[in-house]
C-alpha cells in the first residue's frame, strides 16, 4: 500500500526505484534493482519473488514486459497486485490489478513508470509523473520530486511511516558492493521523502569525502582540498566533514579557514580534539606543531 517509481536515467544508464508509504521498513519488501539487468517496484499485498524472478528473468535476456507477463500470468492473486518493471534498455512494463485497494493507478513515460494504491486522491500518479519529467538533477533528484509531488497530492490514505531510494549502474562492475550506487532506507519517521532527501545530500556530501580520501593517498593534496570543501558546501556544519576540511585547509596553510573549520568539529564534543591529538602523534595525519596548535585553538584567540 504504497506509491513509487522505477526508471532509468537515459545519460548515464543507472537504473532506480524510489517508494514512499504508511508501512514499517518499504525498502525491504518494495524495491528491487541489479546492475546492468533493471529494477523493480513490487507493492499493493505485496509478493517478494516479483522481485528476484523479475531480475533473473531480465538477466536472462527477458524484456520488463515479458517478465512481468510471465510472473503475472503464474501469480493467482495478480488482481491485489501492483508490479512494476524497467529493463537495461529503458524498457516498461506495470501492472496494477483490478483489486488493489483505491484509489490506485499508474501512469508511464520514457522510460519509467509511477504506480500507486492506496492514496487519497486518484491524482497521485499523475503529479508524480509531471514532476518526474519536469525535475531537473540526476536520477536520485528526478525520483525525490516524484516522491515529493506524490505526497502533495495527497499520498497514502494512511500517512507517512517510511521511504527508500535505491540506484544501481548501468552495467555490473565485478563487486556487488560497487554495483548499488545509491541505497538509503528511512524506517520509521514522521516525514519520511524529507529525511530521505537530507540523507542523500549527506551522501552525496561524503561522495566528496570519499573522494578526497583517495586523492590524499595518491598525494594529489591541492584536488583532495577542493573535495573536502565540496563536501562541506553539500553538508555545511558536519563535524566530520568539518573535521577533516579543517585537516587539509591547515596542510594548504590557510590558517583562518581551517581554525573555522576545526571549530565546528570541537563544538559537536570534546573527542574531536582528542582523536586530531592521536591522530597526528600516531603519525596518521601530516601536521606540524603549529599547526595542530592552530586547530585545537577558537579562531577568535
Known sequence: MTYSIVARDPETGRLGVAVQSHWFSVGSVVSWGEAGVGVVATQSFAERSYGPLGLELMRRGRSAPEA??????????????????????????????????????????????????????????????????????????????????????????????SAAILVVASEPTGTEWDDRVLDLRVEDHPMPVDELARLVRLWRAYGHAEAAEQLELDEDRGRALDERLASLEV????????????????????AHEAQQAAAVAHGHG???????????????????QDQLGLLLEPPDS
Open 68 to 161: 512481468l507477463e510471465m510472473l503475472v500470468r503464474a501469480d493467482e492473486y495478480e488482481s491485489s497486485r501492483q508490479v512494476a518493471f524497467v529493463d537495461r534498455d529503458g524498457g516498461v512494463a506495470v501492472h496494477s490489478g483490478a483489486d488493489c485497494i483505491r484509489e490506485f493507478g499508474h501512469n508511464t513515460g520514457n522510460a519509467f513508470s509511477v504506480q500507486a494504491n492506496m492514496m487519497e486522491r486518484d491524482t497521485v500518479w499523475d503529479a508524480m509523473a509531471d514532476a518526474y519529467r519536469a525535475a531537473d538533477g540526476d536520477l536520485p533528484d528526478r525520483m525525490l520530486a516524484a516522491l515529493a509531488a506524490g505526497q502533495a497530492e495527497g499520498g497514502d490514505i494512511r500517512g507517512m511511516q
Open 270 to 288: 570534546r573527542g574531536w580534539a582528542e582523536l586530531l591529538r592521536r591522530v597526528v602523534a600516531d603519525g596518521q595525519v601530516e601536521l606540524t
Open 235 to 254: 553538508q555545511p556544519g558536519h563535524p566530520e566533514l568539518s573535521f577533516w576540511a579543517a585537516v587539509a585547509l591547515a596542510q594548504a596553510g590557510r
